[in-house]
């Protein structure tokens, strides 16, 4: 009994060291593949995702606020570059950086995860296959840190 | 509280959940707090997961309520519970188990009070898993099974770690969630057949889930649970394969195939799983 316990046991501790490796490994792109700029239809796509998420915010009574004081065609261009640069297009994102925009605006969690649903809005109107949409939000998820409660 | 009034209590929250949206807080990304497992935590269907039940972020509270039944070849478990998420910091949960065993012509009734408590992260945005350390304090109505089968105790309490991460994208772009818990237990079943025995013996055991999300709403899953042999009758660990609905943030649905191996000499349980939970 115990035997099989533990074969049981370890037989689940090596799947999830198997899965473990593949999460670790699937960052390792391959060159043939398309960026993730290029899967979302490159700059045309990029701006029109870019539109329909300023368009989500545009409409939603909790977020709008903190653009009160924003120049929307300043953010919407300061936006379309910084996603450029971090989905792998051909851009260098030279604005201000996370920390200098969102310092002082004192985004909670709940808030930030609002917008994340907000982007993930416009990505479904913008047509974006669901595996592309998560591997963009693999890129953003990161910079949570330079965002909220600052 | 009777339990068939428990369950009346929670279908009655989840109705008003559903019809009211938006009282609690909704702060966290849908299907990140899991579903409910059968013990009252928010989990898996059998394993307990870091993560708090319901959308709570660190300055919301909510409250939800859960539902589940899993009927196996010889016998019936039903249970309602009730959670609350104070901050996205602690999870209180109180729920009520009936294990019916149609060979005895007998239920057997136990409750449960459970608490966790987060220690570290967020299973999306921190670099290390979500952390959390839980505690399920059981107790039988009733203890003539669990005495006649060689029981030492009629309640007991669970102390387990749980640790869970989602990463997004992972597998060929589709979100991918596992979940390791620990648990130090002496409960026979759950503990419906008591805690502890003569063939007991103090050890942690092992417990663990992963899923991959199809879609935003849909999770396919795999949950492992090791479990004692205290009274010597051939206890098994315990899996399932299941299917998590997720409709919105007020409400989920899982499904799943289960494998509970042996339970009180009756071998091969296999079966079906249904659950629903609802918060507001």
């Known amino acids: ?150 | 509280m009777k339990r068939a009034n428990l369950c009346r209590f929670v279908l009655a929250c989840c109705a008003l959940g559903i019809s009211t949206p938006g009282i609690a807080g909704s702060g966290k990304l849908l299907a990140t707090p899991g579903v409910s497992q059968v013990e009252g935590s928010a989990g898996g269907g059998i394993v307990p997961w870091a993560q708090l039940a319901g959308y709570a972020s660190e300055e919301q509270w909510s409250l939800g309520g859960f539902c589940s039944r899993a009927s196996v070849d010889d016998y019936r478990l039903d249970v309602c519970g009730i959670q609350a998420n104070l901050f996205d910091r602690v999870e209180l949960s109180y729920a009520e188990q009936s294990f019916a065993v149609p060979a005895l012509n007998t239920d057997i009734e136990q409750s449960v009070s459970g608490v966790k408590v987060r220690l570290y992260g967020d299973i999306v945005y921190s670099t290390w898993p979500q952390l959390s350390l839980g505690m399920q304090h059981k107790s039988l109505k009733d203890d003539a099974v669990a005495a006649l089968l060689g029981a030492e105790d009629d309640s007991g309490t669970d102390i387990y770690l749980a640790a869970s991460k989602l990463h997004l994208g992972a597998l060929g772009g589709f979100n991918t969630f596992w979940n390791i818990t620990a648990r130090h237990t002496e409960a026979n079943q759950l503990g419906l057949l008591g805690y502890g025995g003569q063939q007991g013996s103090e050890r942690i055991y092992l417990e663990a889930s992963t899923a991959i999300f199809l879609s935003q709403n849909l999770a396919l899953g795999y949950e492992y649970r090791e479990k004692p042999d205290n009274l010597g009758l051939g206890e098994q660990q315990w899996q399932d394969v299941f299917v998590a609905w997720f409709i919105n943030k007020q409400i989920n649905i899982t499904a799943a195939w289960l494998d509970l191996g042996s339970i009180a000499g009756q071998s091969d349980q296999t079966g079906w799983y249904v659950s629903v939970t609802g918060y507001f």
Request: hydrophobic share 40%; aromatic share 6%; net charge negative.
């Open chain 1, 1 to 150: 009994m115990v035997k099989k316990l533990t074969r049981n046991a370890s037989r689940v501790l090596y799947g999830l060291i198997l899965l473990l490796a593949s999460v670790g490994l699937s960052g390792c792109q391959s060159a043939s593949q398309p960026t993730l700029y290029q899967q979302i239809g490159g700059e045309a796509g990029l701006e029109s995702l870019v539109d329909l998420f300023i368009d989500q915010i545009g409409r939603d009574k909790v977020i709008l606020p903190y653009f009160a004081k924003a120049n929307v065609s300043h953010f919407r261009q300061g936006f379309i570059t910084h996603l450029c640069d971090t989905l792998d297009g051909p851009c260098d994102y030279q604005g201000d950086s996370m920390v200098q925009i969102h310092t002082g605006m004192q985004i909670t969690e709940a808030d930030f995860n609002r917008v994340v649903e907000l982007l993930i809005n416009a990505m479904t109107e913008a047509g974006i296959a669901h595996t592309t949409q998560n591997q963009i939000l693999a890129r953003l998820a990161p910079l949570r840190g330079e965002v909220i409660k600052i």
